[in-house]
Each structure stands twice: as structure tokens, then as C-alpha cells.
């Protein structure tokens, strides 16, 4: 079992920056993969960037590529998520999702059995 929190969120300008949050608790092994999530209302959540919180790799989405940054802290408590030169389509629910499986072969929110609650982002043009 997995515990995650999200904090961070809020509303900026475009080309503005956010950190977001994910604080982990439970078992280190079924978060061996920490994703964000993001989620528009009455849409699927699509991943936005992926962290192997074992060997530090990460994934990013094409739509966020060199914009974004997934990070942990050395205790693995904690994934940050930078995001910087912020676009209105970036606007949603970002949430924190936690996997036992390897990143690599993840990109369903379904293959992601442990979630946080969510926080906004809304960034106006």
C-alpha cells in the first residue's frame, strides 16, 4: 500500500512556474514508479511525467517535454514536480499516482493502483 498527498497547486499567468507536491508514505515498494497525472474536466488523466523512484530514471510527456521536471528527495518521501513556462492547456487536475511495476511500460492511469486527491492548476492566457 501507498500513500500520497499533493500540495502545490494554484492559478498563474502564462509562462509562469508551479512546484506541485507528492508526499509518499507506505510501502517503498509499491511506489517503485511515481507518476503525475493530469486531468481536464470530463476527460481521461493523461500522464504527464513519470519518476523510478529506484534508479531515478524519468519520462516526460512530448507536451510538457523540457518544460517540466519530476525530482524526489534523497529520503523518497517526496516527488516534485517543476513546472515552468506554463501554457492555459496545462490547466487541470494534477494528481499523484503510485505503481509496484517499472515505469516503462505505464502510461494508463489504470496501471495505477494508488492515487492522491488532486490539486489545480490553472494557468490564464
Known amino acids: 500500500q501507498a500513500q500520497l498527498v499533493e500540495s502545490g497547486g494554484g492559478s498563474v499567468q502564462t509562462g509562469g512556474s508551479l512546484t506541485l507536491s507528492c508526499a509518499a508514505s507506505?510501502?517503498?515498494?509499491?511506489?517503485?514508479?511515481i507518476a503525475w497525472f493530469r486531468q481536464v474536466s470530463g476527460e481521461e488523466r493523461d500522464w504527464v511525467a513519470k519518476?523510478?523512484?529506484?534508479?531515478?530514471?524519468?519520462t516526460y510527456a512530448d507536451s510538457v517535454k523540457d518544460r517540466v521536471a519530476i525530482s524526489q528527495d534523497n529520503e523518497r518521501k517526496t516527488v516534485t514536480l517543476q513546472m515552468n513556462a506554463l501554457k492555459p492547456e496545462d490547466t487541470g487536475m494534477y494528481y499523484c499516482?503510485?505503481?509496484?511495476?517499472?515505469?516503462?511500460?505505464?502510461?494508463?492511469?489504470?496501471?495505477?493502483?494508488?492515487w492522491g486527491q488532486g490539486t489545480q492548476v490553472t494557468v490564464s492566457s
Open positions: 507506505g510501502d517503498t515498494y509499491s511506489r517503485r514508479c
Open positions: 519518476l523510478n523512484t529506484f534508479n531515478g530514471d524519468t
Open positions: 499516482a503510485a505503481s509496484g511495476s517499472n515505469c516503462y511500460s505505464l502510461i494508463s492511469a489504470d496501471a495505477f493502483p494508488f
